[in-house]
Each structure stands twice: as C-alpha cells, then as structure tokens.
C-alpha cells in the first residue's frame, strides 16, 4: 500500500499504524490487541469514516478512542462512533469535563451543523453526549501490548485541554492542534487559541520528543525525524510572526474583532480546513485577545 493521499481510502502510514485517508481530518488508527482511534473528525463525516473503519477492520472493532481536544471537527463523529463500537474515551481531565457539560454538547453540534450544511449534509444527525470519558495527565502511559506503549503530553495553548500522544518505542506523535496546521500549499498556520505563552512551550516540548512522524489531523502526516524537526521549527517561526502581526496591529487599535478580519480576510482566503467562516473567525479573534491579554494589557 501506498502512502499517497488520495483523498478517500486506507494506508499504512508505518508500523500497526494507518491512516484513513480524508483531505481534510485524516484519522490514525493503531492497530493491536485493542484496536485505538485518534480523534473523531466532524459529524458529517460519520457515514463515511465507518465505511473505512469496517473496511481496515473487518469484524474487529476500535476499541478506545484517544482524543487530543475537545474541538468540534476533532470529536464531531464520536457520539455516533460509539453507538456502533462501543469503545471508551481517553482525553484530558478539561476535556472530559468540556464533553459533560451541556452548554458544550451544543455548541459542539453547533458548529456540526454548519458544517454539514458546508457539505450540503441535509441528514437529521446531531452531536450528542459521549459516554465513558476517562481523563488522564500527563506522565499517564496507555498500554497497547506488551511492547508498545503511548505517553501522554500536556500541550496546552491551542486549548486549555490540549494533549498530545507519542506511541512507543517507534515514536510517532499524535499531536491534535498542538503543532499548528499545515495547508495544501505547505504553510504552517499557528492556532494559540487560549495562550500563545502555553503554545510556544508547548510547541518547544513537542520539539523535545524527537518524533519520527508527525501524525497531524489536518491534511497530512509528516515523516522522517529531520522533516518533523523542519516542521515544528517553522510552525514555531510562522507562530512569533504572527505574534508580531498582531501586536502591530494592536498599537492602532484594540477592536479584536476588526483586528481578525483583516487577518481573515489577508491570510486565511484559502484555509487550510474549508468549513464554516464563523469557526475560522472564532480562532482568529482568539489569538488576537490571547496576545492582548498576555502581551499588551498585563505583559508578563
Ligand atoms: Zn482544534
């Protein structure tokens, strides 16, 4: 099997690892004694991402369900998943807390249904309440087999409830958000939506495991341990640009909302996720507030 991402189908990206293919939420399925998926992409996708499932897995079923965050394109399929498997969640402890509280459920759905409508997903699905949540911390292992382990690493920043996971001993890292996106093109685009302070140290940490693939869930995988140094250093450098962009842009003013839209409007005109431009706003005014609040207002 070929690693070429064709937009639909299954490969193996390397080891007991494989990528069900999408151009826009790839999901990672680790394959063992207990078969494990990395996030849950977005609701509409569900028929679709169960067909590929039952096709790399044939009677078997996934087992666990790692989540990196509680984003509503990283957890959108999961209800629906786990009526037809029945597997238990892993996430963070903030996560966890997030996919129990019901102002979140809804605001999950929310962004679900535009999505489907992005999609022209005319279906009655909706997101609802996952069940069987374990939360975990940091220094946590999930053990797969005998020999082969994944460790847990807060990397907070992107959110508050952001974890990334590294499985052992191949080393390859899962990292959600954590290391930014990568578009078709190439571009890294940061997305320090809760702090941009967490997510440089965050990014720095992520640096540290030295990753032989970079699992991402948009778009692509990196591979090869020079390629994923090469990324995550860039995503750090394109990360301080727009620090600075922003922190221009806040000396003439302080209306974060027109701050983003001129981004918006400037940068994201060919987003790397298509999807609804209420969500792509929402993160952008987000990282405009986390460089008032951190650098600006009261600088550390
Ligand atoms: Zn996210």
Excluded at 208 to 226: F, Q, S, T, Y
Excluded at 267 to 293: C, D, Q, W
Aim: proline letters at 3%.
């Amino acid at each position: 099997m070929g690693n070429v991402v064709t937009g639909k189908g299954i490969s193996n990206l390397r080891s007991n690892v494989f990528t069900i293919h999408d151009l826009m939420f790839p999901l990672y399925v680790i394959r063992g004694e207990k078969n494990l998926l990395v996030d849950c992409s977005i609701l509409a996708k569900t028929k679709e991402i169960k067909g590929k499932l039952n096709e790399l897995l044939g009677k078997e079923k996934i087992d666990l369900v790692l989540l990196t965050h509680s984003h509503y394109d990283h957890t959108g399929a999961c209800s629906y998943l786990q009526k037809e498997y029945g597997f238990e969640i892993i996430s963070s402890m903030r996560t966890k807390e997030i996919l129990e509280n019901d102002k979140a459920i809804e605001f999950i759905d929310n962004l679900n249904q535009k999505f489907k409508k992005v999609l022209n997903d005319r279906s009655n699905s909706v997101f609802s309440k996952p069940e069987h949540i374990r939360g975990i911390d940091e220094n946590d292992t999930i053990r797969i087999s005998g020999d082969q382990w994944i460790e847990v690493f807060a990397t907070p920043g992107h959110t508050r409830c952001s974890i990334s996971f590294l499985l052992k001993p191949e080393n390859i890292l899962f990292p959600g958000d954590a290391a930014g996106v990568i578009e078709k093109s190439g571009k890294i685009k940061p997305l320090f939506l809760s702090s941009y302070a967490l997510y440089e140290q965050s990014l720095k940490k992520l640096m540290a495991l030295k990753a032989v693939v970079l699992a991402l869930p948009h778009n692509r995988a990196i591979k090869g341990e020079n390629k994923v140094q090469e990324f995550l250093e860039s995503s750090l450098r394109e990360t301080q640009r727009l620090k600075e962009e922003i922190l221009a842009a806040l000396q003439i003013s302080t209306d974060f909302a027109s701050i983003a839209e001129n981004i918006l409007n400037r940068e994201y005109t060919l987003p790397a996720i298509m999807g609804p431009r209420e969500a792509h706003l929402i993160n952008v005014t987000a990282m405009v507030k986390s460089i008032f609040y951190e650098f600006v207002k009261d600088p550390h």
